[in-house]
């Protein structure tokens, strides 16, 4: 079974610039995470949705940052414009919750590793 | 509010060395709690889990118990191999989200 599918793996910029990540969760997983990882330290959590739904976006820096799941599948993460603080590792994660209450494992993808010069 | 701390890294040892890495967190209630790693230019994959007090995880020789009198979760394994080398982390379910502690940095060599 393919694990979860990330693009690209690396991005340069320069600041001012859009950029946009791609996801792609493994097939079935009703929930989607969105994460920044800055160097030396462990992921944060952006955004996670329930299906197509941002459930928990508090996060999200709103002024430059936005995501969309449509169809409830594929997720893009968009940074518009870039700043160089925005230099991160980016984590796309997915798991399949069965709303009872029990967090299921969350699977991990790659990364994409993100220079914003 | 909820946080993880981990001893800091780098932690190197030599082949078949003992491994403690340590880990407190800081939470209300009773959080389940999580070890993952990352090996070099790899997504986090997650080593072992419990869910409950005095609960032990395991997996790949990797151990931790959940002790809620010392809010610890502290990683060991008795024997490392190189191909243990990577950053391991610890962290909590709290509000539907995962916390991470920064991570420690393991080298194994030969």
């Known amino acids: 079974e393919a694990g979860v599918v990330q693009s690209p793996r690396y991005k340069i910029i320069e600041k001012k610039q859009p950029v946009a990540f791609w996801c792609n969760p493994i097939?079935?997983?009703?929930?989607l995470y969105w994460y920044r990882q800055n160097l030396g330290q462990g992921p944060e959590l952006l955004i996670r949705?329930?299906?197509?739904?941002?459930?928990?976006d508090s996060q999200l820096p709103k002024d430059r940052f936005s995501a969309e799941r449509l169809k409830g599948v594929d997720s893009t993460l968009k940074i518009q414009p870039a700043e160089l603080g925005d230099s991160a590792v980016y984590l796309c994660?997915?798991?399949?919750?069965?709303?009872?209450?029990?967090?299921?494992?969350?699977?991990f993808g790659p990364g994409t590793r993100l220079l914003v010069l | 509010g909820n946080s993880v701390t981990q001893m800091e890294g780098p932690v190197t040892l030599s082949e078949e060395a003992f491994l403690t890495i340590n880990c407190t967190y800081t939470?209300?209630?009773?959080?389940?709690l999580f070890w993952y790693v990352q090996y070099p230019g790899e997504g986090l994959q997650l080593l072992l889990k419990?869910?409950?007090?005095?609960d032990k995880g395991s997996n790949k020789g990797f151990e931790a118990t959940y002790r809620k009198e010392t809010t610890s979760f502290h990683l060991e394994k008795g024997s490392v191999q190189v191909s243990d080398s990577a950053v391991y982390f610890c962290?909590?379910?709290?509000?539907?989200?995962?916390?991470f502690g920064a991570g420690t940095r393991l080298a194994v060599h030969p």
């Open positions: 994660a997915s798991s399949l919750d069965t709303g009872l209450g029990v967090m299921e494992t969350q699977y």
């Open positions: 939470a209300t209630g009773y959080p389940s």
């Open positions: 097939s079935g997983h009703n929930t």
């Open positions: 949705y329930e299906n197509e739904e941002a459930v928990d």
């Open positions: 962290a909590l379910k709290g509000y539907n989200k995962l916390i």
């Open positions: 419990a869910t409950k007090a005095d």
